[in-house]
């Protein structure tokens, strides 16, 4: 089979079709820049670089989608490079009346990732992978939002909630909008709210999923790789592999299903196959060349994007991700100060 370019590949896979070579991304925070969308940009760009992911994802700050609503953001940063809410914008029932609809061109936050898009300018770097940015679902972005108070208000005040759930869904879809023409591929699009550690079946098939679906089918005709990343543990798998995407990320190593079960449900790719974690943080570059190894196995290497099932801790060993890169043939390229 003659060389694949990278978004034929990405396409191959996400249509069961044959490729020259498994296709693969991996991605990270970049927390000590991520304040700046020229930093942000640049490391990205450098990242990739080094890897040659099948796609690329920009990866910005956690909580820059809610600083606008009135979260602000805490100094310390976890394990995984994200930086959680230290004080949120809903603190009283009252106060889910503030989440209106902003406008993603100049809300802080939004715009930034707008102007990150806009300064990668598909740099040569990038080569032919696509561009994914990531946007989180209303749901998600109601509990960043509100912390601990969420389940209790989706009890007491669900109309308050449905409300802000409304605004959020057409801020995202503006951004997405606005994304999508300045020349990205799709949306990585993270939903944390369909694991049952973070909601009932219940809830999110009443305050989760319609809004899911409303954004899916509103980028339905512009994007071309709509990943969605599904968050957490017990996940809702039958109702997520049921939306509308093109390719299904998970922790396939932590939580079922496995990526065999998963791509029997799904229409599209599936992404995963590497713990990011127990093997490509703190195991040996024979452990994950081991998982690549299985994941290939598990799918036949169809429908399959090899990855790791969320972002890249910050301390895991270059040499971990680099063994994955050429068990898979992937390019490989020596960039000084650019492993994790």
């Known amino acids: 089979m003659k060389q694949m370019s990278r978004r034929e590949r990405v396409l191959a896979a996400i249509n069961r079709q044959p490729v020259d070579r498994v296709p693969y991304a991996v991605w990270r925070h970049f927390p000590s820049v991520d304040h700046s969308p020229a930093g942000l940009a640049q490391a990205t760009l450098r990242f990739h670089e080094r890897y040659g992911s099948d796609f690329l994802k920009i990866t910005p700050r956690g909580s820059y989608a809610v600083e606008a609503w009135g979260c602000v953001e805490s100094d310390a940063v976890r394990e995984d490079g994200h930086r959680p809410c230290a004080s ?14 902003l406008d993603p061109a100049a809300a802080p936050g939004w715009a930034e990732e707008i102007e990150t898009i806009i300064r990668l300018g598909f740099d040569r770097r990038i080569g032919d992978a696509p561009v994914v940015p990531t946007l989180f679902s209303p749901l998600s972005l109601a509990k960043k939002l509100s912390g601990d108070r969420l389940q209790r208000d989706l009890r007491e005040h669900p109309d308050a909630v449905t409300g802000a759930l409304e605004a959020i869904t057409e ?6 909008q606005l994304a999508l023409t300045e020349g990205v591929s799709g949306i990585f699009y993270s939903i944390q709210a369909a694991s049952r550690s973070a909601n009932s079946e219940e809830d999110y098939a009443r305050f989760g999923e319609p809004y ?27 109702r997520l592999a049921r939306l509308p995407g093109h390719a299904w990320n998970w922790d396939d190593r932590e939580t079922p299903p496995s990526l065999r079960e998963g791509a029997a449900k799904v229409p599209g790719a599936v992404i995963g196959g590497l713990h990011q974690w127990k093997t490509l943080r703190d195991g040996t570059a024979e452990h994950a060349v081991g998982e690549t190894r299985d994941a290939v196995a598990q799918t036949g290497g169809t429908g399959l994007i090899v990855g790791p099932g ?27 100060g650019v492993a994790p």
Request: charged share 20%.
């Open 171 to 176: 801020t995202l879809i503006k951004f997405a």
């Open 88 to 101: 949120c914008a809903v603190r009283s029932a009252e106060d889910w009346k503030k989440i209106r609809a």
């Open 212 to 238: 899911d679906r409303q954004f899916l089918d509103a980028i339905a005709s512009q994007s071309t790789l709509t990943i969605i990343h599904c968050h957490g543990d017990g996940l809702m798998f039958d």
């Open 310 to 336: 969320c972002v890249l801790p910050m301390n895991t060993p270059d040499a971990n991700v680099a063994a994955v890169v050429q068990a898979l043939g992937g390019p490989l390229k020596k960039i000084p």
